[in-house]
């Protein structure tokens, strides 16, 4: 591994002009690295850091890429890291005007990471030199511990995924709490959500009015919006005083409630524990934001390195070639889904929408669709619109608003259905809905969701976890239930329940014969129910509660 040539460093410096030029927005500062194809499989399945702790995991996800690369040898073209500076690795086989296409590619990504609000709290961190500090200790306890450093990073990476995310953003320039914010907070995260557990319309209704008010009448407008809600929920002054009185208002997630609560990991023997389930976690928060904007940044960089690749006077004569290459890239296919290929139409497609003057209410009025079709008002604001968008939207919020019918119905996208032919013994694909609708669902099912889990004050007792798994219409992956309550009771020291949903049926009804002999009836529907698991002595027991 070794930094790029002075030429090569002189056309990426070139890119940053034009990219500069075209409105990306990027420290100046970046280092890129030339490696070969297979050290570039290697950084891939490490989350992209090398520096990052050594684990048995991350050595079997590499050890799955060199097999695949030797049956489907390929070109792994670009890695980017979003540190401080930027660090980017790149093949030591490419030409120049490949450069060029990736260069554009690697400075879209740099530009998503370090104005995108999401990544926000990993914006003054270099991470690739705190990852080094975080080997460096974890290698230091494996020395002195043995395997039960591995242990534990076993155990905490069971619960990585329920890290406090947004909590981690909401916190990172809010200013100090005032009665005030508290009362506001605890109306809209805790009230609503938690107590009179809103639907979510009603709850973005209640946000909407909140705003207007806050419009309309300035600093008074605390005071009319809580005379309000005291209409309307009498009991909310009684919650909120009471509030006061507990625990403090920001909720802690499962990890960072085990690090502060566990009497086994605050034992004077045991702290050294704590360190590793921190870096865990703190590992786990940089890389939330990056899970979450996939389909974003990879369009984001798709769009960008066409469009800025195509107007390089470089790169003449290499046209065919990079049509070959972003081909492979950007294609769309019709069964699966491409997140470079999605991304970059969708971007295209709202720049072009907010150019016309699409996302206006006359447009939204037009039910006609020549008329809406011919609508253009020439605003010339498409560009400021996708910046807008890679400023404040993650991917959820970017496929819920901007994948709508006309969008569908351009690029021909559809839902497919897998079914197996019994005569043939083959699967069969057939469109089963080309509605706008079932397609952004099928996109979102795809989306990183983990499951929200609550520590709920009223339900804890002595020396016992209580953890309640707030139901989003999917359930948790029963069989990873009793391996992650095994690890949570040891990091605990103690029992651990854990309440959530499943899809059951009664028990069946019995019925007699006339000679007395019983047959089994016929089974009742399926529904949801709630269930409590147990870990007690690592011992697993399950009831159903409702």
């Known amino acids: 591994m070794e930094l790029v040539n002075q030429h090569t460093k002189w056309i990426m410096e070139g890119c940053k002009e034009r990219a500069r030029a075209a409105g990306l927005r990027f420290e100046q500062e970046t280092l890129e690295y030339i490696v070969t194809n297979r050290d570039l499989i290697e950084l891939t399945p490490k989350y992209m850091i090398p520096t990052l702790y050594d684990y048995w995991v991350h050595d079997v996800e590499v050890l799955k890429e060199k097999g695949r690369y030797e049956l489907y040898p390929n070109n792994p073209y670009e890695t980017v890291i979003n540190t401080r500076p930027a660090i980017s690795y790149y093949n030591d086989n490419n030409p120049d005007w490949l450069n060029v296409m990736i260069f554009y590619h690697v400075l879209a990504h740099i530009d998503f990471f370090q104005n995108n609000l999401f990544f926000q709290h990993t914006w003054d961190d270099d991470f690739c030199g705190r990852a080094l500090s975080d080997k460096r200790t974890i290698a230091r306890l494996r020395n002195e511990k043995g395997r039960w450093a591995d242990y534990v990073i076993e155990f905490s990476r069971s619960l990585d995924n329920l890290v406090g995310y947004y909590a981690a953003l909401s916190r990172k320039d809010r200013p100090p709490a005032t009665l005030p914010s508290k009362r506001l907070d605890y109306y809209f995260d805790i009230f609503l959500q938690s107590i009179k557990r809103v639907k979510i319309s009603e709850y973005l209704r209640e946000i909407d009015?909140?705003?207007?008010?806050?419009?309309?009448?300035?600093?008074?407008?605390?005071?009319?919006?809580f005379s309000e809600v005291n209409n309307q929920y009498p009991e909310f002054e009684a919650f909120f005083n009471k509030s006061l009185k507990g625990s403090p208002l920001n909720r802690l997630?499962?990890?960072?409630?085990?690090?502060?609560?566990?009497?086994?990991?605050?034992?004077?023997?045991?702290?050294?524990?704590?360190?590793?389930?921190?870096?865990?976690?703190?590992?786990?928060?940089?890389?939330?934001?990056?899970?979450?904007?996939?389909?974003?940044?990879?369009?984001?960089?798709?769009?960008?390195?066409?469009?800025?690749?195509?107007?390089?006077?470089?790169?003449?004569?290499?046209?065919?070639?990079?049509?070959?290459?972003?081909?492979?890239?950007?294609?769309?296919?019709?069964?699966?889904?491409?997140?470079?290929?999605?991304?970059?139409?969708?971007?295209?497609?709202?720049?072009?929408?907010?150019?016309?003057?699409?996302?206006?209410?006359t447009f939204d009025r037009l039910s006609d669709d020549l008329e809406r079709s011919r609508f253009d008002r020439s605003t010339g604001k498409g560009r400021e619109a996708i910046f807008d968008v890679r400023k404040y939207l993650n991917d959820f919020?970017?496929?819920?608003?901007?994948?709508?019918?006309?969008?569908?119905?351009?690029?021909?996208?559809?839902?497919?259905?897998?079914?197996?032919?019994?005569?043939?013994?083959?699967?069969?694909?057939?469109?089963?809905?080309?509605?706008?609708?079932?397609?952004?669902?099928?996109?979102?099912?795809?989306?990183?969701?983990?499951?929200?889990?609550?520590?709920?004050?009223e339900k804890q007792e002595r020396n016992i976890l209580y953890l309640d798994h707030r139901f989003e219409g999917k359930q948790l992956v029963t069989e990873f239930i009793p391996s992650v309550l095994i690890g949570v009771s040891y990091l605990w020291g103690g029992p651990v329940k854990l309440e959530t949903s499943e899809w059951l049926t009664d028990e069946p009804i019995m019925t007699f014969s006339g000679m007395g002999v019983p047959e089994e009836g016929a089974a009742p529907p399926a529904k949801w129910k709630r269930v409590l698991y147990t870990m007690t002595d690592r011992k697993l027991t399950k009831t159903v509660l409702r």
């Open 209 to 225: 009015h909140y705003n207007d008010i806050r419009q309309r009448y300035g600093e008074s407008a605390d005071q009319i919006f």
């Open 253 to 361: 997630d499962p990890v960072q409630y085990i690090l502060e609560h566990s009497e086994f990991l605050n034992r004077e023997e045991n702290r050294w524990m704590k360190l590793i389930v921190q870096i865990v976690r703190d590992t786990s928060l940089f890389f939330q934001p990056q899970i979450r904007t996939k389909i974003m940044n990879e369009g984001w960089a798709s769009f960008w390195h066409e469009k800025l690749f195509l107007s390089d006077d470089r790169i003449r004569g290499h046209e065919v070639d990079f049509a070959l290459v972003n081909a492979k890239v950007t294609s769309l296919p019709r069964v699966g889904l491409n997140p470079y290929a999605l991304g970059m139409r969708l971007f295209a497609y709202i720049e072009e929408m907010a150019d016309r003057g699409c996302y206006d209410w």
């Open 397 to 457: 919020q970017f496929i819920t608003r901007y994948v709508d019918q006309a969008f569908v119905d351009r690029h021909r996208l559809f839902v497919v259905e897998e079914r197996l032919d019994e005569q043939r013994m083959v699967w069969q694909y057939i469109v089963k809905s080309r509605k706008a609708e079932d397609y952004r669902q099928m996109v979102i099912d795809s989306l990183y969701h983990p499951p929200c889990i609550e520590i709920p004050p």
